[in-house]
């Protein structure tokens, strides 16, 4: 699924990066050009989208060689982002979540192929079609579940008392055969976290803490129920301003379903998670998971390109390449890593931070050149057109995107509210936003009438269906 801006909240990009032939070790490179390349990236980010702050973090083998934070935390108060301010992980948590569970299966404490309900006591997700095949952690863990999906971002000050994960699961139920369909979900994901309390005896929080955090080196106390310290080093969320104006306060939201990426931890925090994964399960001599765990992790399911917690590609020189996106409105994520290499990347933002970034910093610590995209270039369309694709499209995963009609081309807000997206016509039926690479295309039905609207290409687009 994709993320673009802070729109899609909880998304994974598939990350598709061209990098040189080099493997094993991490090669020759320049760290003072590779500072300077992304520093001006950032920097005009925060400059042309109005991006209030950015925080970055860069790994080669078991080290993290740069870290350093750009902007505001807080525009009103010009109080400046640094290395150690906070930000939600958004879905790039997910690897976290699924690392805990195959450490459960590494101690023989769980069958990834066991049904699911064999975990989980008293509370069973429903299987209303009676499906031969049970809904497995294997299934849960690499989308493939068949479960009803969704999950949404709650006011922070709204006053609404969240559902409890024991309360959450018992509403599940088969939509679909388990391996049918690849579907984001997002609360088989909040499954997964209960899995992990019902399983190892430890809520989630402190199990994360204990097996997966703290052997990283991580100092953060309290990522999944922060302490009023860490909420004074929050980034505050905005929409992006634009090249005319401020980033713009949105509402402070929240995740429902934590385990699926409500979490609250640093850049650097995450690039020692990255780090581990690209180095078979260890970081700096701790073993965290076994290679044979993380060699699994990295190795897509069902003839999809999701792994554990992953999305998995091969790029063109043949390296897998190991990436997660992550959002809410007012804040990103992007975590991407090249497992022959042993490179990576993780950067936070309390906006949305451009994917290119992420795709200058592999090439640079690759030893390469970076080369930015050629900006697009908008066309100028009709308005009958434009007003084709005016209307409601709802996501599988849960939500609306609401298209209407913003100067010469579209603009998108989820579930209509909140600061817009604006898509720019590069084609009759195919839209961009300026700075990115994801596209939005609309399709017609045999009527001729909208009757979707997709995001990106290829195996990992997601689709959303007319529905007003």
């Not at 993320?3 to 090669?27: D, N």
């Not at 399960?281 to 069902?302: K, M, Y």
């Not at 390469?368 to 434009?386: H, N, R, S, V």
């Amino acid at each position: 699924m994709f993320r673009f801006g802070s729109l899609f909240a909880f998304c994974v990009v598939p990350t598709a990066i061209a990098v040189g032939p080099a493997a094993g070790q991490p090669p020759a490179y320049d760290l003072a050009k590779t500072k300077t390349v992304l520093t001006g990236m950032i920097e005009q980010a925060i400059r042309e989208r109005g991006v209030p702050s950015i925080s970055i973090a860069l790994v080669r083998g078991d080290s993290i060689v740069w870290k350093a934070a750009f902007g505001y935390a807080n525009v009103r108060t010009k109080t400046p982002a640094t290395p150690e301010t906070i930000y939600s992980t958004g879905s790039t948590f997910k690897s976290a979540t699924a690392t805990a569970l195959l450490q459960l299966v590494e101690a023989k404490k769980l069958d990834l192929d066991a049904p699911v309900n064999n975990y989980l006591g008293e509370i069973r997700i429903q299987d209303r079609l009676q499906s031969e095949k049970p809904v497995t952690t294997r299934h849960v863990l690499t989308h493939w579940s068949g479960l009803t999906a969704g999950a949404v971002t709650k006011p922070l000050w709204g006053r609404e008392l969240p559902k409890s994960l024991p309360a959450m699961v018992a509403t599940l139920y088969s939509v679909r055969p388990p391996e049918a369909k690849w579907e984001y979900n997002n609360f088989a994901y909040g499954m997964a976290g209960l899995l992990v309390e019902k399983i190892s005896g430890q809520e989630y929080e402190a199990y994360l803490l204990e097996k997966v955090l703290r052997p990283l080196g991580v100092t953060t106390p309290h990522p999944v129920y922060p302490s009023p310290e860490m909420v004074e080093l929050m980034a505050l969320p905005y929409g992006p301003g634009g090249a005319a104006g401020k980033p713009t306060p949105v509402a402070q939201v929240h995740f429902d379903v934590y385990p699926a990426g409500d979490v609250y931890l640093t850049a650097e925090d995450m690039a020692r998670f990255l780090a581990m994964h690209l180095n078979n399960g260890t970081f700096r001599g701790t073993r965290v998971i076994s290679e044979a765990s993380a060699q699994l992790a990295h190795t897509p399911a069902f003839g999809g390109d999701y792994g554990f917690g992953w999305s998995v590609r091969k790029d063109p020189n043949g390296h897998t390449v190991i990436a997660h996106s992550g959002g809410i409105p007012g804040q990103s994520s992007m975590m991407v890593g090249d497992l022959d290499a042993k490179v990576g990347v993780y950067y936070m933002s309390n906006s949305g931070a451009p994917p290119t970034i992420a795709e200058a910093a592999i090439k640079l610590l690759q030893g390469q050149e970076y080369t930015p995209p050629a900006e697009k270039k908008a066309i100028a369309l009709d308005g009958k057109i434009l007003d084709r694709y005016v209307g409601t499209y709802s996501i599988a995963a849960g939500g609306t995107l609401v298209i209407t009609r913003e100067g010469p081309g579209l603009a998108v807000r989820q579930n209509g509210v909140g600061n817009p997206t604006i898509l720019l016509p590069e084609s009759p039926t195919t839209f961009f936003i300026k700075g990115e690479q994801i596209t939005v295309t609309f399709v017609a039905g045999a009527s001729g009438a909208i009757e979707k609207l997709v995001i990106g290409t290829g195996p990992g687009a997601m689709e959303a269906k007319r529905s007003q």
